[in-house]
């Protein structure tokens, strides 16, 4: 069996994968080489989780566009429902008018 860190995938005791330790590259002495494999994994990490992106996106934009629809046709609605209540606010004054005009007539 190999040794512990003799590039064995598998800890032989455990049965497990060693996991992967973060690298700060500011601070660590990196070779060019190993720069370009660190963006290469992220490039393709980045390209992994870009549809899964795009429709939460998409689906984000759906929902405020929804909303945006919503309190604008309500808006609609609620102006329409006014121009209702003046009607109904012309008809009192006309029936106070004329009641005026009884209560003032011979």
Same mark, same amino acid.
């Given at each position: =069996?190999?040794?512990?860190? $003799?590039?064995?995938?598998?800890?032989? %005791?455990?049965?497990?994968?060693? =996991?992967?330790?973060?690298?700060?590259?500011? +601070?660590?002495?990196?070779?060019?080489? @190993?720069?370009?494999? =660190?963006?290469?994994?992220?490039?393709? @990490?980045?390209? %992994?989780?870009?549809?899964? +992106? +795009?429709? *939460?996106?998409?689906?984000? #934009?759906? #929902?405020?566009?929804?909303?945006?629809?919503?309190?604008?046709?309500?808006?609609?609605? $609620?102006? $329409? @429902?006014?121009?209702?209540?003046?009607?109904?606010?012309?008809?009192?004054?006309?029936? *106070?008018?004329?009641?005026?005009? +009884?209560? $003032? #007539?011979?």
């Amino acid at each position: =069996m190999a040794a512990s860190g $003799s590039g064995d995938p598998l800890d032989t %005791k455990s049965g497990k994968a060693p =996991m992967a330790q973060r690298i700060d590259p500011a +601070r660590e002495k990196l070779t060019p080489a @190993q720069l370009q494999f =660190m963006q290469q994994v992220q490039l393709a @990490q980045w390209q %992994k989780t870009l549809p899964q +992106r +795009r429709t *939460r996106n998409i689906v984000t #934009g759906l #929902g405020i566009g929804a909303l945006v629809l919503a309190i604008y046709g309500y808006t609609f609605y $609620s102006v $329409s @429902q006014e121009r209702f209540l003046d009607e109904l606010e012309d008809e009192a004054k006309a029936a *106070r008018a004329r009641a005026l005009a +009884r209560a $003032s #007539g011979p």
